[in-house]
């Protein structure tokens, strides 16, 4: 043919043994030759999503808004005991479930992301991480809608946020190399058992309640205060929120050492997934 | 890869757990082993575990065009994943030039609730085009799938021929370097066949490498160069496109033999009765008054006089039958019919028509033969039935369908290609003649 010469694909079975930074410079190709897809696919399921429904676009804004009414609710009957804070209930949640939020969603969207794209999977040679990946777009969309959802609420109480506002995306970060890393495990493992992603997601949903979500870290309880104390999730949840709101960081370390695990994972999830992708297809 | 190469597959073989359960745990072996970062070894069958493709090589070059057929379960459909990156090989390794379509991707990703033309987007994007390329296609899909008037309909008001249409259209004019077909050519009406076949022949003139994996003959002899004949996982035929329609209908031949063993008793390549004793009834298969019953009937091969079910075309057949005549008869009438696989009785054999007269037959037992010279059964599944009867009595005396079947297979002389539901060749002879050079008519 007239074009210039093209690239020729290699199939074959995995010979020898691959390092972890191997696998992240393929995952990187790979996502970067995927992207037209995870962008039509992140449209497609956008769009669908939106047609057909009587509120349209503000459905981004209901949902989180009945998830803080719910806390907020809690908390007024006095059935929580958040602790003591300086800030409004109200901001204080929703700054925890929207970062919580943003782990769980990762991880439930990651970790399904192979199940729900089988179709694609077994019809079309996109690459697979790019497909497990789709799902996130979204994830990332809708956490980026909360910020400015977060925005609208500071200024409701008419209280500024902290100059690390400025870069609060980037310093949820850590939770969501987390998410992906945990997910791309559950991707690949859910391929060959399904009820482990369900499970996961929902100990997930119980390690909630070890986490500074919707009270604060220093809480008096002595069974779940060295729990709290121990448990990662604390500091990448506590520390971007005291930054926005207060421009404190509790912990320089915890959040550092937490920071390190959420990318060793995110490493480790990446270079799991592409050890074992090859035994994937056949099993969907 | 040397230039001109399209597709170099090696030696490919990929294998597959048979249940589901067996497949769950040699799964969680084997990720457990490649995360370990251990050897899995590849080239053993485990308990329990097939091969659906084996020691697959064949060389595509630009602008050529395999066909691969078999029949169902052969490991045709499993090759083509293979070959589009799906799976990953066991053992051995494919080398593929240039962008792959595959037409197995037709109608990819669509999204009910978009538009036909939001899903040209979606499926391109999933086929390897750009935004900017598909921006230069679109115009042309929606032309080549006829969709017009409803390319703004979300689609799943579409009918399923606008949606494999517009699948097929979006692959076809990505232009791809490899299309990957699998039994996609029967989109569509006639017409929109007729272009299909029109453009799949056009990219081949320019290039495209192509692989067809079909049932039809028909769909593989007007596209396809060469052909694999897949059996198994192995490949049984590498040739010319009739050897592999060939092998692949005479394959199908002794399935259709075969399959139906399963429902009626173990062994059908030749008839028998157990047992002397006729209760005089109507039964399914067999009946009649039981005076006269056929203990046996089977084929043999005309020459060696073997017992036989697969007979070459125009091969003559014997068969050979024994019976027991329980009460003297008169008049005696023996006949066989013979049924196809989609007609009943395409001929008969009788035995006053044949010109052998049986006026009285005492009691005993006989052997009958009956051979056949030069039958001129196209290849194919058949079935042999029997009567048996008298002139004056007008109820069978006995009779057996279904008693014994036999296979016609192609023969290597001539390429009989023209209809498989065709069951009788007639030797003839073809010849044209100009008339004249114009047609009158059309002067006008």
Redesign the interface.
């Known amino acids: 043919?007239s074009?210039p010469?093209?690239?020729?694909?290699?199939?074959?079975?995995?010979r020898k043994?691959q390092t972890p930074f191997r696998s992240v410079a393929m995952a990187w190709d790979e996502i970067y030759l995927s992207r037209?897809?995870i962008?039509?696919?992140f449209t497609?399921?956008f769009?669908?999503n939106l047609?057909?429904k009587i509120f349209g676009y503000l459905w981004i804004f209901i949902t989180p808004l009945l998830g803080i009414a719910s806390f907020v609710f809690l908390n007024y009957a006095g059935v929580l005991n958040p602790g003591v804070m300086d800030l409004p209930y109200p901001l204080f949640v929703y700054i925890g479930t929207s970062l919580w939020a943003l782990l769980t969603t990762t991880v439930a969207s990651v970790g399904n992301g192979l199940i729900a794209n089988s179709?694609?999977?077994?019809?079309?040679?996109?690459p697979k991480i790019g497909l497990t990946l789709t799902g996130l777009a979204g994830v990332v969309y809708n956490y980026l809608v909360g910020v400015i959802m977060l925005l609208l609420i500071f200024l409701a109480y008419r209280i500024s946020p902290s100059p690390w506002m400025l870069i609060y995306p980037l310093l949820s970060l850590p939770i969501l190399a987390l998410g992906v890393g945990i997910g791309l495990v559950l991707a690949?493992?859910g391929?060959?058992?399904r009820d482990v992603a369900p499970i996961v997601v929902s100990v997930l949903g119980l390690l909630m309640y070890a986490t500074p979500v919707v009270f604060t870290s220093d809480l008096s309880n002595p069974v779940l205060r060295p729990i709290i104390a121990a448990n990662p999730l604390t500091y990448l949840i506590d520390t971007p929120r005291s930054l926005v709101t207060s421009g404190i960081i509790p912990s320089p370390m915890g959040f550092c050492l937490s920071s390190i695990l959420a990318f060793a994972v995110l490493l480790l999830g990446i270079h799991?997934f592409y050890?074992?992708q090859?035994?994937v297809?056949?099993?969907l | 890869m040397e230039s001109g190469v399209s597709i170099l597959a090696d030696n490919v073989s990929k294998k597959f757990g048979l249940s589901l359960r067996q497949s769950l745990k040699y799964g969680l072996k084997d990720m457990t082993q490649a995360f370990l970062g251990r050897p899995v070894h590849n080239n053993l069958l485990r308990v329990g575990e097939f091969w659906a493709v084996r020691d697959v090589s064949f060389v595509l070059r630009e602008g050529e065009s395999l066909g691969i057929m078999g029949v169902n379960g052969s490991g045709k459909s499993t090759l083509l994943r293979i070959l589009n990156g799906v799976y990953a090989p066991d053992t051995g390794d494919i080398r593929i030039r240039g962008r792959v379509a595959a037409l197995i991707a037709a109608g990819a990703g669509f999204a009910p609730m978009l538009s036909g033309r939001e899903n040209i987007y979606i499926n391109g994007s999933l086929l390897g085009l750009t935004r900017r390329e598909i921006d230069r296609l679109v115009d042309n899909i929606i032309d080549f799938s006829e969709l017009e008037q409803f390319i703004d309909l979300p689609v799943r008001n579409y009918s399923s021929g606008m949606f494999v249409r517009l699948g097929f259209a979006i692959a076809a004019l990505s232009r791809p370097d490899v299309l990957l077909m699998d039994e996609v050519l029967a989109v569509g009406d006639l017409n929109f066949q007729k272009k299909c076949f029109d453009h799949i022949l056009r990219l081949k003139r320019e290039g495209t490498a192509i692989i067809l994996v079909s049932h039809s003959p028909g769909a593989i002899w007007s596209v396809c160069d060469r052909g694999l004949f897949i059996d198994h996982g192995e490949v049984r035929v590498d040739g010319t496109v009739e050897d592999v329609i060939r092998s692949y209908e005479d394959q199908n031949s002794r399935n259709a033999f075969s399959g139906n063993r399963l429902s009626d008793r173990d062994d059908l390549s030749e008839g028998s009765i157990q047992t002397d004793s006729f209760s005089s009834n109507y039964g399914h298969e067999r009946g009649g008054t039981g005076e006269v019953i056929c203990r046996s009937i089977r084929f043999l091969n005309g020459f060696q006089s073997d017992r036989c079910t697969e007979f070459d075309f125009k091969e003559s057949m014997l068969i050979e039958s024994e019976l027991v005549v329980k009460a003297p008869q008169e008049n005696l009438l023996l006949r066989f019919t013979v049924d196809a696989m989609h007609y009943r009785f395409i001929a008969t054999l009788d035995s006053l028509e044949q010109g052998l007269e049986l006026p009285f037959i005492p009691v005993g037992v006989y052997r009958l033969q009956v051979r056949v010279r030069s039958p001129n059964f196209r290849p194919g599944a058949y079935v042999l039935n029997m009567g048996i009867s008298t002139k004056s009595v007008g109820v069978h005396l006995f009779y057996w369908f279904g008693a014994v079947r036999f296979v016609v297979m192609h023969p290597h002389s001539s390429f009989l290609y023209s209809d498989s539901n065709a069951v009788m060749h007639l030797d003839s002879e073809f010849t044209l003649q100009e008339l004249s050079a114009m047609i009158p008519d059309q002067v006008s």
Do not use: C, F, G, H
Request: hydrophobic share 45%; no cysteine.
């Open positions: 043919m074009n010469p093209q690239s020729v694909r290699i199939y074959s079975p995995r043994l037209n897809v962008w039509q696919l497609r399921d769009i669908a047609r057909q179709d694609l999977i077994i019809r079309t040679n996109t690949v493992v391929t060959v058992a799991a050890l074992v090859d035994k297809a056949e099993r």
